[in-house]
């Protein structure tokens, strides 16, 4: 390892470290502009110039692009470079505008800092300064052009990280624009994050612009929960009104980004329409009113006929906390335990996915981005979970070959192997892609079940599979490797891929690879839901259960069913013919109108918590504010009520997992942030990491990784298929896929605003040669019915999807509710064409 010197410190690093990053590890902030870790060195701003008095080199360098040696000597105040740097201070100001008082950067921009580090004060050039037509960027991007220094940053990051092409720089010299060919919303996913890689304010955060500096703000960290990555952020908080949210820097999951849905899908908190106030048949009552009614109508229906009347279902967006106190709730009065996912299947499928997930061949999101090749399966990345695109992009960059198996028409900002298999031919192919990559002596090696397993795999590649060419492909890549990783999704696969899954991974272990697995969740914290689910429970169970009346009330935590449930016609005869719905949310979702009596609760924001990402990683989030209306809409726009008090207006709202508590009769002391002793120790006997940690003190900021594998009883199934499965009641039909897209299909950022601009139009998807039988054409308006009803909306027709299959977002514009619970295909006489090419809104009728 190197050794260097630097302004008389020693300092030794790892081979490959800049300069630049050798100095800031001994707390040296060499001053720089279009040097990020993120995106490396290209020595494009000057501004990081040091002099070097010995060793390899001499003279004045730039630190970014030169790597630590031995017996180098490096001077950051040496005159030489010190006027260097400022001299390049001073032409960077040359045409920058003086508007940092108007500027939202202001207070945290880099050029501030660097200006006045550098002693640059007074403007000597006496000439006009450049300026720059501004171009409209979207709904979360503000553009000033102006302001630019011409690092490259943002085009850098967004052509070469994220991979997206429709903003970069154009012209060239001292015209240089960065920019899109012409107005118009950014395309990445990604985007939200050039507001603050800019260095200056060029790109500022639209949505919360004009509102605060940076020191105005309570900032805080925190997670994000619009999907199961868990990725890092810092809330900031201004008059009790969340405005913005940032990435926040975590090693181990999103690096220094994260995707536009997570920047912008907290605005759910703060909404005008926010529930805030307990309801009993509609009328707002106090919390104790409500509450007392709660428990005072679930002892009676208990006891007037028998505690199986009462179900419970909570939400993988819950907390640990919440989804704890739930199940304590249910032990306590004899109830079923709580169901936290819609159907069995996917009960299944996420219990198996934990079990499997051994502690040697768990890997987070940022060792994905290391691997070396990545299997996919049934998942995907930009619409289910956009930072793990983002990773596959990474390790893509680093010379990593991507297959996916999937029926739908994915799109990836990277190049890969795409076999659009049927999702009844998905076990199919992975046994064929196991049995091509492997041998027995694998097998031999682990032993038990292995071997019985691999002897299980009887399947041939078929030389008449059109797909052949690419599967060998794949085999051939993924014998080639060394640290591969399978990626597998849960959302749609059937119900023996997980497990196929994990045994892939153990048998490329034991042929010498450091293999990796990443399961791809339904849910913030679906793995502390799954922990705490019931083997084959479901929310569809309680449906049928009230339907045969065995059901009488409900408790609903944080779930809205109304938005995830594919037959609502169905669902909402269930939840009318209830004697109690109870619903404890912080939605104003139209089940909650639906309820009886309603508690509301806290948000992410106003409680501590725990949430469990896919990976097993259990992360504390702190509260960041204490809640409440925020001052915007107490004072409908004007100053707020002087009205002088001790309470905070709209505080009723309190975290779920208390309000359970107190249905529970669980006595807590006032102001307690954390579960009481009793259920704390029963949550961790069943998560025994938890056990040795103080909530209050050393919880550590990456968490904690739960070692919820087991190494015995699931391992290496035989339940799969060693021929493509076909489901009878699919034969002659297309097989139904239902989907997420990036934007408008998940339930807390479809509340924000800012975000609705970009949802694309819904369209239904089928392959080309299945729209060449039903005559129609790209753009089609169509109609599709069942029993249930109809909807409406535009067409698409893609080739880089499974023939047999019609795709279905699950988008809020989009009425797609119509469908029998368990229906898996649809005829292709019920699809009907109404229209012409066109850009057809979707429409609702007989729903």
């Given at each position: 390892?190197p050794?260097?010197?630097i302004?008389?410190?020693e300092?030794?690093v790892?081979?490959?470290t800049?300069?630049?990053?050798?100095?800031?590890?001994?707390?040296?902030?060499?001053?720089?502009?279009?040097?990020h870790?993120?995106?490396?060195?290209?020595?494009a701003?000057r501004a990081?110039?040091v002099?070097?008095l010995?060793?390899?080199?001499?003279?004045?360098?730039?630190?970014?692009m030169i790597?630590?040696?031995?017996?180098m000597?490096?001077s950051?105040?040496?005159?030489?470079?010190?006027?260097?740097?400022?001299?390049?201070?001073?032409w960077?100001?040359?045409n920058?505008?003086?508007?940092c008082?108007?500027c939202?950067e202001?207070?945290h921009?880099l050029?501030?800092?660097m200006t006045?580090?550098?002693?640059?004060?007074?403007?000597?050039?006496?000439?006009?300064?450049?300026t720059?037509?501004?171009?409209?960027?979207?709904?979360?991007?503000?553009?000033?052009m102006?302001?630019?220094?011409?690092?490259?940053r943002c085009?850098?990051?967004y052509?070469?990280?994220?991979?997206?092409r429709?903003?970069?720089?154009m012209?060239?010299?001292?015209?240089t624009?960065?920019?899109?060919?012409q107005d118009?919303?950014?395309?990445?996913?990604?985007?939200?994050n050039?507001?603050?890689?800019?260095?200056?304010?060029?790109?500022?955060?639209?949505?919360?612009?004009f509102?605060?500096?940076?020191w105005?703000?309570?900032r805080?960290?925190?997670?994000?929960?619009?999907?199961?990555?868990?990725?890092?952020?810092?809330?900031?908080?201004?008059?009790?009104?969340?405005?913005?949210?940032?990435?926040?820097?975590s090693?181990?999951?999103n690096?220094?980004?994260i995707?536009?849905?997570g920047?912008?899908?907290?605005?759910?908190?703060?909404?005008?329409s926010?529930p805030?106030?307990?309801?009993?048949?509609g009328q707002?009552v106090?919390w104790?009113?409500?509450?007392?009614?709660?428990k005072?109508?679930?002892?009676?229906?208990?006891?007037?006929?028998?505690?199986?009347?009462?179900?419970?279902?909570?939400?993988?967006?819950?907390?640990?906390?919440?989804?704890?106190?739930?199940?304590?709730?249910?032990?306590?009065?004899?109830?079923?335990?709580?169901?936290?996912?819609?159907?069995?299947?996917?009960?299944?499928?996420v219990?198996?996915s934990?079990?499997r997930?051994?502690s040697?061949?768990?890997?987070?999101?940022s060792?994905?981005?290391?691997?070396?090749?990545?299997?996919?399966?049934?998942?995907?990345p930009?619409?289910?979970a956009?930072?793990?695109?983002l990773?596959?992009r990474?390790a893509?960059?680093?010379?990593?070959?991507v297959?996916l198996?999937?029926p739908?028409?994915?799109?990836?900002?990277?190049?890969?192997v795409?076999?659009?298999?049927?999702l009844?031919?998905?076990?199919?192919h992975?046994v064929?892609l196991?049995?091509?990559?492997?041998?027995?002596?694998?097998a031999?090696?682990?032993?038990?079940?292995?071997?019985?397993?691999?002897d299980?795999?009887?399947?041939?590649?078929?030389?008449?599979?059109?797909?052949?060419e690419?599967?060998?492909?794949?085999?051939?890549?993924?014998?080639?490797?060394?640290?591969?990783?399978?990626?597998?999704?849960?959302?749609?696969?059937?119900?023996?891929?997980?497990?196929?899954?994990a045994?892939?991974?153990?048998?490329l272990q034991?042929a010498?690879?450091?293999a990796?697995?990443?399961?791809?969740?339904?849910?913030?914290?679906?793995?502390?839901?799954g922990?705490?689910?019931d083997?084959?429970?479901s929310?569809?169970?309680i449906?049928?259960?009230?339907?045969n009346?065995d059901i009488?009330?409900?408790?609903?935590v944080?779930?809205?069913?109304?938005?995830?449930f594919p037959?609502?016609?169905?669902?909402?005869?269930?939840?009318?013919?209830?004697?109690?719905?109870?619903?404890?949310?912080?939605?104003?979702?139209?089940?909650?109108q639906?309820?009886?009596?309603?508690?509301?609760?806290?948000?992410?924001?106003?409680?501590?918590?725990?949430?469990?990402?896919?990976?097993?990683?259990?992360?504390?989030?702190?509260?960041a504010y204490?809640?409440?209306?925020?001052?915007?809409?107490?004072?409908?726009g004007?100053?707020?009520?002087?009205?002088y008090g001790?309470?905070?207006?709209?505080?009723?709202?309190?975290?779920?997992?208390?309000?359970?508590?107190?249905?529970a009769?669980?006595?807590?002391?006032?102001?307690?942030?954390?579960?009481p002793?009793?259920?704390?120790?029963?949550l961790a006997d069943?998560?025994?990491?938890?056990?040795?940690?103080?909530?209050?003190?050393?919880?550590?900021?990456?968490?904690?990784?739960?070692?919820?594998?087991v190494?015995?009883?699931?391992?290496?199934?035989?339940?799969f298929?060693t021929q493509?499965?076909?489901?009878?009641?699919?034969?002659?039909?297309?097989?139904l896929?239902?989907?997420d897209?990036?934007f408008?299909?998940?339930?807390?950022?479809?509340?924000?605003?800012?975000?609705?601009?970009?949802?694309?139009?819904?369209?239904?998807i089928?392959?080309?040669s299945?729209?060449?039988?039903l005559?129609?054409?790209d753009?089609?308006?169509?109609a599709?019915?069942?029993?249930?009803?109809?909807?409406?909306?535009?067409?698409?027709i893609?080739?880089n999807?499974?023939a047999g299959?019609l795709v279905?977002?699950?988008h809020?514009?989009?009425?797609?509710q119509?469908?029998?619970?368990?229906?898996l295909?649809?005829?292709?006489?019920?699809?009907?064409?109404?229209?012409?090419?066109?850009?057809a809104?979707?429409?609702?009728?007989?729903?």
């Amino acid at each position: 390892m190197p050794k260097l010197v630097i302004d008389d410190q020693e300092i030794e690093v790892a081979p490959g470290t800049r300069v630049i990053e050798a100095a800031a590890q001994i707390g040296i902030m060499i001053p720089r502009f279009c040097y990020h870790p993120a995106l490396g060195s290209v020595g494009a701003c000057r501004a990081c110039a040091v002099k070097f008095l010995q060793g390899p080199l001499k003279g004045v360098q730039m630190s970014c692009m030169i790597e630590a040696r031995d017996d180098m000597v490096v001077s950051t105040t040496d005159r030489e470079a010190v006027d260097f740097r400022k001299q390049v201070i001073e032409w960077l100001m040359l045409n920058h505008p003086h508007d940092c008082p108007v500027c939202d950067e202001g207070g945290h921009c880099l050029l501030q800092d660097m200006t006045v580090s550098g002693g640059h004060g007074i403007r000597r050039y006496p000439g006009n300064k450049r300026t720059y037509p501004d171009q409209y960027l979207g709904p979360l991007v503000q553009h000033e052009m102006n302001r630019c220094i011409h690092c490259y940053r943002c085009s850098r990051f967004y052509q070469e990280f994220t991979g997206y092409r429709d903003l970069g720089v154009m012209r060239n010299a001292s015209h240089t624009y960065f920019g899109r060919f012409q107005d118009g919303s950014l395309q990445s996913p990604f985007a939200g994050n050039l507001s603050d890689i800019c260095p200056t304010g060029v790109y500022t955060d639209k949505p919360a612009r004009f509102f605060g500096r940076r020191w105005d703000y309570q900032r805080s960290p925190s997670v994000c929960l619009n999907c199961c990555l868990g990725c890092h952020t810092i809330a900031s908080i201004r008059y009790r009104d969340i405005k913005r949210q940032e990435a926040r820097f975590s090693k181990d999951i999103n690096g220094y980004f994260i995707c536009d849905r997570g920047r912008y899908g907290f605005f759910y908190a703060d909404l005008d329409s926010r529930p805030r106030s307990p309801r009993v048949e509609g009328q707002e009552v106090s919390w104790h009113q409500a509450v007392l009614a709660a428990k005072s109508k679930l002892t009676q229906i208990s006891r007037d006929t028998d505690p199986s009347v009462v179900a419970v279902a909570g939400s993988p967006r819950s907390s640990l906390e919440t989804q704890a106190m739930l199940k304590h709730l249910c032990r306590i009065n004899g109830w079923a335990n709580p169901a936290f996912f819609m159907d069995p299947a996917l009960t299944t499928r996420v219990k198996t996915s934990i079990a499997r997930l051994e502690s040697e061949l768990m890997v987070s999101l940022s060792e994905v981005e290391k691997a070396d090749y990545i299997l996919a399966v049934g998942v995907d990345p930009v619409n289910e979970a956009p930072m793990l695109a983002l990773a596959m992009r990474q390790a893509w960059r680093n010379g990593a070959g991507v297959a996916l198996l999937d029926p739908r028409p994915v799109s990836m900002p990277l190049d890969f192997v795409h076999l659009p298999v049927a999702l009844d031919d998905l076990s199919f192919h992975m046994v064929s892609l196991m049995k091509g990559s492997l041998d027995r002596d694998v097998a031999t090696m682990l032993g038990g079940r292995a071997v019985e397993f691999y002897d299980a795999i009887t399947t041939d590649l078929l030389s008449t599979n059109s797909q052949d060419e690419l599967i060998a492909t794949v085999i051939h890549d993924l014998q080639k490797s060394k640290r591969p990783v399978i990626i597998c999704g849960n959302d749609i696969v059937p119900g023996s891929v997980p497990g196929l899954a994990a045994d892939f991974a153990l048998l490329l272990q034991a042929a010498g690879k450091k293999a990796g697995l990443f399961y791809q969740l339904p849910g913030a914290n679906a793995f502390g839901a799954g922990l705490l689910s019931d083997q084959k429970g479901s929310f569809l169970q309680i449906i049928e259960g009230i339907e045969n009346s065995d059901i009488k009330s409900l408790v609903l935590v944080e779930f809205d069913p109304i938005f995830h449930f594919p037959d609502r016609k169905r669902l909402e005869r269930a939840l009318d013919v209830l004697d109690l719905l109870i619903v404890i949310d912080y939605l104003n979702s139209d089940t909650a109108q639906k309820a009886h009596i309603f508690l509301p609760s806290s948000t992410l924001y106003e409680a501590d918590g725990i949430f469990v990402n896919q990976e097993g990683r259990a992360q504390r989030v702190r509260q960041a504010y204490s809640g409440g209306v925020p001052i915007a809409q107490s004072g409908g726009g004007d100053h707020p009520p002087r009205i002088y008090g001790t309470g905070i207006p709209g505080t009723d709202p309190k975290p779920a997992w208390l309000t359970v508590a107190q249905l529970a009769d669980e006595k807590i002391k006032p102001g307690n942030k954390a579960l009481p002793a009793t259920i704390y120790q029963w949550l961790a006997d069943i998560v025994p990491e938890l056990a040795a940690v103080n909530l209050s003190t050393d919880f550590p900021d990456e968490g904690i990784r739960l070692n919820s594998g087991v190494k015995t009883d699931l391992r290496f199934t035989t339940e799969f298929s060693t021929q493509p499965e076909k489901h009878q009641e699919n034969i002659g039909n297309l097989q139904l896929i239902f989907t997420d897209l990036t934007f408008g299909s998940e339930v807390l950022s479809a509340h924000s605003e800012c975000l609705a601009e970009l949802e694309p139009e819904p369209t239904v998807i089928i392959h080309t040669s299945e729209a060449e039988g039903l005559n129609l054409c790209d753009g089609n308006q169509v109609a599709i019915e069942t029993k249930n009803g109809r909807f409406e909306a535009n067409l698409r027709i893609a080739e880089n999807m499974a023939a047999g299959v019609l795709v279905i977002p699950r988008h809020r514009k989009l009425p797609w509710q119509i469908f029998e619970t368990g229906m898996l295909s649809i005829g292709r006489q019920q699809i009907k064409k109404i229209g012409k090419v066109g850009n057809a809104h979707p429409t609702l009728s007989s729903i």
